[in-house]
């Protein structure tokens, strides 16, 4: 029986927040690693936690989120502090900015004062009553956010990786009405992009290869999209799968005293297939 974890009260939580707060603090002060640190100098180790987040949230496991949840935390905390010893801002400047930044970005539950509106869902008369219209309605309201993007495309990171960005890419164009009529459509723009990567192959042409092979992941990208599929989430549960497969082949060879160069293909296969058949 699947056991659940008891809610903490409000007052729990703030106790909670407050007990890691006082902690990083004291470490800040009292331990040399910590107390050396930079924006600079812990930037990578922040990518590093986010992607590590990204491998736990793949794999399910609640325990490893909770963990690397707490690793990302720990590296806003730190953000938090170095601004506040430069007398930029601090933690609470932090809550408040992303807090104006939902309220605004959400006419359709809350008043500019932030109290809620008086029926959640309407703007203006204008039902807001899917996540389709919330997407469609939050890139309307961002161009007219202070400070915020000028283009629909440019609050896009330029170091995202490139199957998310081009997956962010389709969906704000979506959001602002650029997208097939019928998802069914975009079967032919895939074929298409096939014909143009295998002829440009066949040319022995790298560049344009290159090139085409580009517009055909863009295609399989929009193509995952469009039916509700994560193309960097779908192709990581391959790559895991992948690692659990050919690690089997390796360590069944190593089992028999072979290594993988002596095998043939066709033996390396079988052992293959029996991962398959194990569920790995």
Not at 93 to 108: G, S, T, Y
Not at 137 to 164: F, H, M, Y
Not at 258 to 270: H, K, V
Request: with cysteine; aromatic share 8%; charged share 30%.
């Amino acid at each position: 029986m699947e056991q659940h974890h008891p809610v903490p009260n409000l007052d729990q939580k703030l106790a909670a927040f407050a007990r890691a707060l006082g902690v990083m603090q004291t470490l800040r002060k009292d331990c040399p690693w910590d107390a050396k640190q930079t924006n600079e100098s812990i930037r990578q180790n922040s990518i590093e936690e986010v992607y590590e987040l990204g491998e736990a949230l793949i794999k399910g496991n609640p325990e490893e989120i909770k963990k690397e949840c707490g690793d990302v935390l720990e590296q806003i905390f730190f953000y938090a502090m170095f601004g506040e010893e430069k007398g930029q801002f601090d933690f609470a400047d932090i809550c408040n900015a992303m807090c104006d930044k939902l309220v605004f970005r959400h006419p359709h539950v809350f008043n500019p004062d932030g109290s809620l509106i008086s029926q959640v869902g309407m703007r203006g008369g204008e039902d807001v009553s899917n996540a389709d219209d919330v997407s469609k309605l939050w890139e309307v309201v961002k161009q007219k956010e202070k400070g915020g993007n000028k283009t629909i495309l440019s609050g896009i990171p330029a170091g995202l990786p490139s199957i998310i960005k081009a997956y962010r890419m389709q969906d704000k164009a979506r959001n602002a009405g650029f997208d097939w009529q019928q998802r069914e459509d975009v079967w032919q723009k895939v074929k298409e992009e096939i014909s143009e990567f295998e002829a440009e192959v066949g040319n022995m042409d790298r560049e344009h290869a290159e090139r085409e092979f580009g517009d055909l992941l863009f295609s399989l990208i929009n193509a995952a999209r469009l039916y509700k599929i994560k193309p960097d989430n779908a192709l990581e549960k391959t790559n895991q799968k992948f690692l659990r497969r050919f690690t089997y082949v390796e360590t069944e060879a190593k089992r028999q005293g072979r290594l993988l160069s002596e095998m043939t293909l066709a033996e390396m296969d079988a052992l293959w297939d029996e991962a398959k058949a194990k569920g790995l």
